[in-house]
């Protein structure tokens, strides 16, 4: 097997953390506040569905969507200001915090909600759930092991530079996951190969109920890619205009053949690490709905003259309309047969 391993182009200078952010067309801010509200409202309808039959008490294996749920309330600019440079042909690995590069990366509603109801219907017929969401129409994946995504990003960029597609693969993960050695390895042999691959880094503060300083040397992960010879870049304050700005240069380089960026966003975990958390480790709980990036953004576009209040309804209701009839649909499909417990474990040959 063939690898590129000549010298790669020079590094570009990591832009100043506090640089304010750019300012970006009408029509492009107005498409990050789209993708940002149909997010929340489909974390608010699973939040909603998820709760209304865990009773009495919290009991985490009932209701129509048992199991573990993970929502990604206030991560919603990552997701929206990354996805914006992407199309159905680039590939996306998330987390087991999934939800919201889902929506943003174009995975089919219906299809992602009857999954997460475990529903014939589903991306994995109902086998998967929230966790292991997997869309080979969008090259999208996800999976509930940290770190994991980073590895399969390798060879899917891999694939695309073999093929000349000019597609590009981006890898997310959480702060905490920044320690684990498949994130160090991945950057390592991304940039020795020159891939085209953008790390994502989601700085939400916590790992789990672990706080980012009492768990990681380093004040930010972007300075880890001086390390392996690639470009850092962090973007403070949740901010999803400076998030697509920095994404841009960062698709931009990897589509032009010169290898992997790192990009890691401060960005905001307004619940909790999964649905039933009591987060009691967490100070200052009280203060998160002044920190919500949505209403903040949609203060800034009306401030700017992009949003007025007949857009901000039409939004809201279109989205509602989407999701709620994503729901609709996942509820009305068929849970998998028992009886075919066994199907879809192994590759089935055709005789």
């Known amino acids: 097997m063939s690898t590129d391993t000549s010298q790669p182009a020079p590094v570009p200078a990591r832009t100043d953390a506090g640089s304010p952010a750019p300012e970006l067309p009408d029509g492009v801010r107005l498409g990050l506040y789209e993708t940002m509200v149909l997010s929340r409202t489909f974390e608010e309808a699973i939040l909603r569905e998820y709760h209304a039959d865990k009773g009495p008490g919290f009991d985490i294996g009932k209701g129509l969507v048992p199991g573990e749920m993970h929502l990604s309330a206030g991560q919603e600019p990552v997701a929206a200001g990354v996805c914006a440079h992407l199309t159905r ?8 915090r999934p939800h919201h590069f889902a929506v943003a990366h174009g995975v089919d509603l219906r299809k992602m909600t009857a999954e997460i109801f475990g529903r014939e219907t589903g991306l994995g017929r109902g086998r998967g759930g929230h966790m292991h969401l997997f869309d080979p129409e969008t090259h999208f994946s996800c999976s509930g092991i940290i770190a994991e995504g980073y590895p399969p990003a390798l060879g899917m960029a891999f694939a695309f530079k073999r093929r000349g597609t000019g597609g590009i693969a981006v890898a997310v993960t959480g702060e905490g996951a920044a320690n684990q050695g498949a994130f160090h390895e991945s950057l390592n042999l991304a940039a020795l190969w020159r891939l085209p691959v953008v790390f ?9 109920s672990v706080a980012r300083t009492a768990s990681t040397a380093v004040t930010s992960n972007a300075e880890r890619a001086a390390g392996y010879g690639i470009p850092g870049e962090r973007v403070e304050d949740n901010d999803v205009d400076a998030v697509y700005a920095a994404a841009r240069r960062a698709v ?10 790192l990009l890691e966003v401060a960005t905001l975990r307004m619940w909790g690490h999964f649905e039933g958390d009591a987060q009691g480790y967490r100070p ?3 203060d998160l709905p002044k920190l919500d990036p949505i209403p903040r953004y949609e203060t800034r576009l009306r401030e700017a003259g992009v949003l007025d209040d007949g857009a901000v309804a039409r939004i809201k209701e279109e989205a509602s309309e989407k999701v709620e009839s994503a729901v609709a649909f996942a509820k009305d499909s068929p849970v998998p047969d028992v009886a075919d417990v066994m ?3 192994f590759a089935e040959e055709n005789r």
């Open 200 to 208: 994502v880094v989601e700085d939400n503060e916590w790992g789990i």
């Open 89 to 96: 042909d680039d590939a996306v690995t998330a987390t087991h």
């Open 252 to 261: 931009a380089r990897a589509r032009a053949g010169e290898g992997p960026s």
């Open 343 to 345: 199907k879809y474990v």
């Open 284 to 286: 200052g709980l009280a």
